[in-house]
Antibody, heavy 123, light 107 residues
């Protein structure tokens, strides 16, 4: 059974940092693209960024709103995905989801989602 | 960036109704579109990908169609468990984007 379990959320002051983790199980983690998606309270879904797999040299993509502040990394030996959040702003307050990318005819669709971890940026 | 606009944003319907939700893209995305369902306090769930491919385990009352810039999610006979918020998503180009959501409520 595929499972994605996020951790590391919490309350942080503006300008602070946080590191989120996602523990994956039930599939060959190293084969898959992995993404982060966030959802502000009462709002819609926003894609944060992507880590491609080893075959694609673990390259990354980011949304403009987080580029230069957030960093995605992964440790295939630990079946884990990470999101380092720096220079946090109040507008980064959201539930952060770890998602798996299902490859299909040139696109990658989010077939499994974690339960999410809440990041609150407030003074 | 590719903008996705869903209509309606809110839909009130009864059990057994046939409903459709439209997703319009600001530029052509071929068939690179997915639909997700989200219930309160839960993570989204993939329903349909590549415009019309039903995800494993999703009931056949859900269907998707379209191409280019206009797409539709149809539920042929609304069931009590279908009352939720639905999002479309394009995976044609970065940044990946979602529609604003359509909330389906019980009439």
């Amino acid at each position: 059974e595929v499972q994605l379990v996020e951790s590391g959320g919490g309350l942080v002051q503006p300008g602070g940092s946080l590191r989120l983790s996602c523990a994956a199980s039930g599939f060959t983690f190293s084969d898959y693209y992995m993404d982060w998606v966030r959802q502000a309270p009462g709002k819609g879904l926003e894609w944060v960024g992507r880590s491609r797999n080893k075959a694609k040299s673990y390259t990354t993509e980011y949304a403009a709103s987080v580029k230069g502040r957030f960093t995605i990394s992964r440790d295939d030996s630990e079946n884990s995905l990470y999101l380092q959040l720096n220079s946090l702003r109040t507008e980064d307050t959201a539930v952060y989801y770890c998602v798996r990318g299902l490859p299909w005819v040139g696109g990658y669709y989010f077939d499994y989602w974690g339960q999410g971890t809440l990041v609150t940026v407030s003074s | 960036d590719i903008q996705l606009t869903q209509s309606p944003s809110f839909l009130s319907a009864s059990v057994g109704d046939r409903i459709s939700i439209t997703c319009r893209a600001s530029q052509g995305i071929s068939s690179y579109l997915a639909w997700y369902q989200q219930k309160p306090g839960k993570a989204p769930k993939l329903l349909i990908y590549a415009t019309s491919t039903l995800q494993s385990g999703v009931p056949s009352r859900f269907s998707g169609s379209g191409s280019g810039t206009e797409f539709t999610l149809t539920i042929s006979s609304l069931q009590p468990e279908d009352f939720a918020t639905y999002y479309c998503q394009q995976v044609k180009s970065y940044p990946l984007t979602f529609g604003q959501g359509t909330k389906v409520e019980i009439k």
